[in-house]
C-alpha cells in the first residue's frame, strides 16, 4: 500500500511545466499494467539504486576524501537509510517514463483498452511472449531524451541522504583540491 501511495504522489507532483510534458493517466495505467508484468521494465536494480546514490554524495562539492574509508562509511551509512526511498521515486520515474513512451505511440482510448487487456490472462502471457518495450534504436533514443529531462529534478530522498551523509562525514578530511 505504501508503494503505491509513494507512486501515487511521485505521479501526481508537480513539476516546472516546461520540465515535463503532459501525461495522460490512461498512459500511465498503462505503464503500471506493464511494468507489474514485466519487471525488466522497472530500470531500478537496488544495488544499482545504491551504488549510484554513494557516487553523488561522494562526487559533492566539499565532500569528504573517497578514498578515506570513514568517507565510504559515512555515505554507505547514508545510503543505507535512504536507498528504499529513492529506489521508490526511481520506479515512479520509470512508471512516468514508460508511459510518456507508449503516450508517444498510442491514443488514450487504445491505451485504456489495452491496459484492461492487459490485466486478463491471456494479457498477461502476450506481455511475457512479446516482451514489449524493450529498447530498440528508436524507442531507446526517446527513452534517453525523457531521462535527461527527469534527471534535472532531484529525487527528495537523495536530498535526504545528501544531509545525512553531510552530517556524517564533517569530521572527517575532505579530497584535495583538482
Known amino acids: 500500500m505504501r ?37 525488466s521494465l522497472h530500470g531500478a536494480d537496488p544495488g544499482r539504486v545504491r551504488s549510484r546514490i554513494e557516487n553523488i554524495l561522494l562526487r559533492e562539492p566539499g565532500a569528504c576524501n573517497p578514498s578515506l574509508s570513514d568517507c565510504r562509511l559515512a555515505a554507505a551509512a547514508a545510503v543505507d537509510r535512504h536507498a528504499a526511498a529513492f529506489l521508490q521515486e526511481e520506479l515512479a520515474r520509470q512508471e512516468r517514463i514508460n508511459a510518456w513512451l507508449l503516450a508517444d505511440t498510442l491514443r488514450p482510448e487504445e491505451m485504456a483498452r489495452f491496459a484492461g487487456f492487459l490485466r486478463s490472462p491471456e494479457g498477461t502471457r502476450l506481455v511475457m511472449a512479446l516482451g514489449l518495450l524493450r529498447d530498440n534504436d528508436r524507442t531507446g533514443r526517446r527513452r534517453r531524451e525523457l531521462e535527461r529531462m527527469m534527471e534535472r529534478t532531484e ?14 562525514s564533517r569530521n572527517i578530511a575532505a579530497a584535495p583540491p583538482r
Open 3 to 39: 508503494k503505491r501511495l509513494a507512486a501515487l504522489l511521485m505521479a501526481a507532483a508537480p513539476l516546472p511545466a516546461a520540465a515535463q510534458p503532459a501525461l495522460d493517466p490512461a498512459a500511465l495505467d498503462l505503464a503500471r499494467v506493464l511494468m507489474a508484468q514485466d519487471p
Open 155 to 168: 529525487p527528495a530522498a537523495l536530498a535526504s541522504a545528501r544531509a545525512e551523509f553531510r552530517r556524517q
